[in-house]
């Protein structure tokens, strides 16, 4: 990329919540840094074309430099022509007492039709972050009906789970988050996810000591901190009547800022990527794994500590996306 040529960067369902907070970032260079000019392609469908152009209005009002224009469209081909880097958040969210996987069928047909789309119109090294639920799999069809890009192109968001995790550990500790350091988020974004922090620590003044010590709660790690993390996503959900929103987007210029820059030397990230059969989980998922960054390319880390106790959890989750993998497949093919 020349110097000061701006990348394009399509979000999909930029008239919903999630994008509402998540153009601003971008366009405030909070993504792809303060240098990098960007043009943004925004896809949402027909009905909500006259609240996109609102939101176009305020782009303008942004008045923001990095800015070099915008595309407003429901047409995939032009969302998805020449981009650099792909935010797919437009989908349906679930309401209260619904699982993810429930939106598979009327949101997994959206993410074969932007795969085709991508693997035709997009850069071959497009960088592609699924935000739509049930996002692993979105990502996998996704992937799967863009043969032409590479796998490790397609990613699925779990950094919000991460995100929630670790303030949630730092809170307990009554620490900032930021000394909060490599939780991993293993498999699913869905309530079969193993939040791990077996291999996690906290940064203090000169040292650094492990969650598990500095926390001295076994009881309350492999059981309430758990299930918190777990059903986080519903408990907003029942609290605000509709889906996480604000911290999604936050979560997901996390995701795609450390893609971009990479990680930090001895520090790791979650993402949902394609499994290449390490820690036993099978071939061919879209799986979150601990995985450090650097020159845009993710590898995971390999070597941490797998007791029984996180074995069994890894296997539950690697089980649910199987079958979500199925019945995906089904409906693609219907
Ligand atoms: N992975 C994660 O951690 C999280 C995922 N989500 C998921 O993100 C998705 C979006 O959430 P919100 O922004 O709150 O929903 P929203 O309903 O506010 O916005 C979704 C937007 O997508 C648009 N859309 C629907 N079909 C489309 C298509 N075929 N092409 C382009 N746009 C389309 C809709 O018109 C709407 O503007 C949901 O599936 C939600 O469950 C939400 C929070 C966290
Ligand atoms: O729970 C939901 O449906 C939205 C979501 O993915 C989250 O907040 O983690």
């Known amino acids: ?12 369902g930029a008239a919903g919540q999630i994008a509402y907070s998540l153009i601003s970032m971008i366009a405030n260079g909070d993504v792809f840094g303060k240098e990098q000019s960007v043009i943004l392609h925004l896809l949402d ?31 995939p081909e032009l969302a998805f022509k020449d981009v650099d880097a792909a935010f797919l958040v437009g989908a349906m969210p679930r309401r209260e007492g619904m699982e993810r996987k429930d939106l598979l069928s009327a949101n997994v047909k959206i993410f074969k039709v932007q795969g085709e789309a991508l693997n035709k119109y997009a850069k071959k090294d497009v960088k ?21 890009i590479p796998k490790e192109n397609f990613t699925a968001m779990t950094r919000l789970d ?24 293993w498999g699913n974004h869905s309530s079969t996810q193993f939040p791990d922090v077996f291999n996690a620590s906290v940064k203090l003044p000169g040292s650094s000591k492990s969650v598990y010590d500095s926390i001295n709660d076994s009881q309350w790690l492999e059981s309430d901190f758990i299930k918190t993390i777990q059903t986080r996503g519903a408990a907003v959900i029942q609290a ?6 604000m911290s999604a987007a936050k979560a997901a210029v996390d995701h795609m800022r450390d893609w ?32 450090s960054i650097s020159n845009k390319q993710w590898k995971i880390v390999q070597g941490l500590k797998i007791t029984d106790f996180a074995k069994n959890k890894l296997d539950l989750t690697a089980k649910e996306l199987l079958e979500e993998k199925e019945e995906a497949m089904a409906v693609c093919n219907a």
């Not at 040529?5 to 999909?12: A, K, N, Q, S, Y």
């Not at 799999?137 to 032409?148: G, K, Q, V």
């Not at 001895?266 to 995985?291: C, K, R």
């Open 1 to 12: 990329m020349a110097e000061g040529e701006p990348i394009r960067v399509v979000v999909t």
């Open 45 to 75: 469908i027909p009905p909500a074309m006259g609240v996109l152009e609102g939101v176009c209005m305020e782009i303008d009002d942004l008045a923001l430099p990095l800015v070099k224009g915008y595309v407003k469209t429901t047409e």
């Open 128 to 148: 592609v972050l699924v935000v739509g639920n049930p996002a692993n799999t979105n990502a996998l069809i996704c992937s799967f009906y863009a043969p032409s």
């Open 162 to 185: 991460q995100n929630r995790a670790q303030s949630a550990i730092a809170k307990r500790l009554g620490l900032c988050v930021s000394n909060v350091k490599n939780v991993t988020i």
């Open 240 to 245: 605000r009547k509709m889906s996480s929103a």
């Open 260 to 291: 971009w820059s990479g990680t930090s030397e001895g520090s790791w990230v979650s993402m949902g990527v394609i499994s290449d059969g390490s820690y036993g989980v099978p071939q061919g998922l879209i799986y979150s794994l601990p995985v």
